[in-house]
């Protein structure tokens, strides 16, 4: 696995040469053990102590832990090499009376499918490896200039699942490895985001979704995961696959940190169609207060689909248990019936998407090996040989024929249906937000809509595997659904944390 740039200080050289296994002692002064597992309010707290944690300290303890623990997980594919000068200046910074935010001196993984000035974004594939893009994408200058640490880029299912349908696997990363079991499904496509925060390898991280990709890992490693509204936040210098559908969103083991990371993310391109009518300035933490839930009406389906058979809630421990620590709390519930809509075309038009966005970024790409995906299919048949096609998904993108013109009228009448399934029921029943079981795969419907969604930790199944509770509403309605989450958590009260 490629987890460690060229070019890293002479510190960690001389770690990585005689670890003794006690990463702790590797920082200025020995950190306690589990400040790996610290929100970013305790981590704030610290720093802010005279003569406490410094952000250097925990750079430089997380740097270790990586290359302690990682090596079994493969989540993370490129430690960044300024990260501990960064450090060393935010303390500084904090020294003189300057805090630029919650963040101050807080380490952030990046998905490998976002652009870092100095590092590779490459989606996890050898044939973009090359010259760096040479600048930040705006989501990464907005976590820089809250007091952020970009500590490195993630592994995760190369392509964003299109060269080849196994989660978590990258050519260029490996197999990301699910730290509660190392067969359990580690979900993709932002799987080594998802992963390194349940590893306790950083606090926070970001990661990117077209359908699925922040909602499947996070669930499956027990962390929280916030896939925003499309168009909430700024998606340029992001690999694309369909701007219909990709939006970045935050990672971490709990909401509040979560709503934290949204608040330092947030900034939407006035030039992206899909940022029309998108709110402002709004503090995602404001609604996170005690007794949140009170008098909140929130549907749930009356039956799911779960291993190819449709249940009653009752028939599902985990689910019936989510809704009463909610009806505990104050929650009106609200049985829904839930249509699904039409997506017999969804594949077809979501692959032809990814053929002409993919192009068009590579085109702009300089200093990679190749400028198209017809070049990429060739440059993976030349490394890796031609007798086992690893690459099934990606011809299937590069056969797609559909015109712009003959996808935009096809694509607007599948949003409209998708939107119209998540719609109708809130409206009709007047809820604030709706619930489900992960299992259910509701997820698919509200990311084709492109609306809001976030997974929360409910506990662990009979294989003592993370569950969760999916929580979604309409486009927008991200305050509503952080407070409902909120709420949940907080009386739930699930910490999952992997043996490793």
């Known amino acids: 696995m490629l987890s460690i740039a060229h070019g890293m200080g002479s510190l960690v050289r001389q770690f990585v040469q005689s670890f003794n296994g006690d990463y702790s002692s590797v920082a200025s002064k020995p950190v306690p053990p589990g400040t790996e597992y610290l929100s970013v309010k305790e981590l704030g707290a610290q720093m802010s102590r005279p003569g406490g944690l410094t952000s250097a300290d925990l750079v430089t303890y997380l740097q270790a832990r990586i290359r302690h623990v990682d090596p079994n997980l493969n989540s993370v594919i490129e430690l960044n ?14 020294a003189s009376g300057k805090v630029r935010g919650p963040l101050h001196g807080i380490p952030v993984l990046l998905k490998d499918t976002i652009e870092t000035a ?31 640490v970009i500590l490195g880029k993630t592994n995760m299912s190369e392509l964003g699942g299109f060269r080849i349908g196994h989660d978590g696997w990258s050519s260029r990363g490996g197999q990301t490895v699910n730290p509660h079991h190392p067969d359990a499904d580690v ?59 990709d939006t970045p969103g935050p990672m971490a083991r709990s909401v509040s ?63 019936s248990r989510t809704l009463e620590v909610l009806r505990e709390q104050g929650a009106v519930l609200v049985p829904v019936n839930l249509r699904l809509a039409d997506a017999s075309r969804y594949d077809e038009l979501l692959l032809s998407d990814v053929k002409e966005e993919l192009n068009g970024y590579l085109a702009k790409r300089s200093g990679l090996p190749v400028k198209s995906l017809a070049e990429l299919i060739r440059f993976n048949e030349e490394r890796d040989g031609s007798e086992v096609d690893h690459q099934p998904d990606l011809k299937r993108v590069s056969a797609s024929t559909l015109t712009p013109e003959q996808r935009k009228p096809l694509w607007d009448a599948l949003l409209e249906d998708f939107r119209s399934s998540v719609d109708e029921p809130i409206q009709s029943h007047n809820l604030d937000a709706m619930v489900s079981d992960f299992e259910t795969h509701s997820y698919f419907a509200v990311a084709a809509a492109g609306y809001p969604g976030i997974t929360v930790p409910s506990g662990v199944d009979e294989d003592g595997l993370p569950t969760s509770a999916y929580f979604f509403g309409t486009r927008w309605s991200e305050p509503t659904l952080l407070a409902v989450a909120h709420g949940y958590e907080q009386a739930a009260k699930v910490a999952i944390k992997p043996e490793l």
Do not use: C, H, W
Request: overall charge neutral; cysteine-free; charged content about 15%.
């Open 257 to 319: 940190d979560v709503a934290l990371m949204l608040n330092a993310m947030s900034g939407s391109d006035p030039q992206d169609p899909a940022s029309a009518g998108a709110p402002q300035g709004i503090d995602y933490t404001q609604l996170l207060v005690p007794g949140a839930l009170k008098g909140k009406r929130i549907g749930y389906p009356a039956t799911f689909s779960a291993n190819g058979e449709t249940r009653s809630v009752e028939n599902s421990a985990q689910f």
């Open 81 to 94: 090499p300024e990260a501990l000068a960064t450090a060393r200046e935010l303390d500084r910074e904090r």
């Open 118 to 148: 100095g590092m590779q974004t490459s989606a996890g594939a050898y044939g973009l490896v090359g010259a760096s893009a040479g600048k930040n994408a705006p989501l990464v200058d907005y976590l820089i200039r809250q007091g952020a």
């Open 187 to 245: 979900g993709g496509s932002s799987s080594g985001s998802a992963a390194a925060v349940a590893a306790g390898l950083v606090p926070l991280a970001v990661g990117a979704e077209t359908n699925g990709s922040i909602i499947v890992p996070a669930a499956r490693n027990g962390v929280v995961g916030l896939k925003p509204s499309v168009g909430l936040l700024d998606r340029n210098g992001i690999i694309p696959a369909s701007q219909r559908q």
